[in-house]
Nanobody, 121 residues
Framework: QVQVVESGGGLVQPGGSLKLSCVASGTFFMVHAMGWYRQAPGKEREWVAGGTSSGTSSVADSVKDRFTISRDNGKNTIWLQMNNLKPEDTAVYYC???????????????WGQGTQVTVSS
């Protein structure tokens, strides 16, 4: 069983900061790529940032001057530091983990339940 749990969302004023955390836990062989997605009301889910187990990472162009991704492979944890938040960043932020449950199996994607980020004065 694999669990992916996000935390750190909340209400913040424009210009403020939040740091989201995501942990993959359970019984599995290895976590490969982990990433952040967001979905605003009435919009499709979009990719925000991601990091691989080999250390590479990337952030969407739309937020790369404000968001930073980091990862601790040993803890199967990924963080999203969000600075200078804007009302348009309001969304539910989801974490996705690519997990190889058993060595002989293919990697599968597991999603968290999401954490709400609201940017409003």
């Amino acid at each position: 069983q694999v669990q992916v749990v996000e935390s750190g969302g909340g209400l913040v004023q424009p210009g403020g900061s939040l740091k989201l955390s995501c942990v993959a836990s359970g019984t599995f062989f290895m976590v490969h790529a982990m990433g952040w997605y967001r979905q605003a009301p009435g919009k499709e889910r979009e990719w925000v940032a991601g990091g691989t187990s080999s250390g590479t990472s990337s952030v969407a162009d739309s937020v790369k001057d404000r968001f930073t991704i980091s990862r601790d492979n040993g803890k199967n944890t990924i963080w999203l530091q969000m600075n200078n938040l804007k009302p348009e960043d309001t969304a539910v932020y989801y974490c996705k983990a690519g997990v190889r449950v058993r060595l002989q199996e293919n990697t599968r994607d597991f999603w968290g339940q999401g954490t709400q980020v609201t940017v409003s004065s």
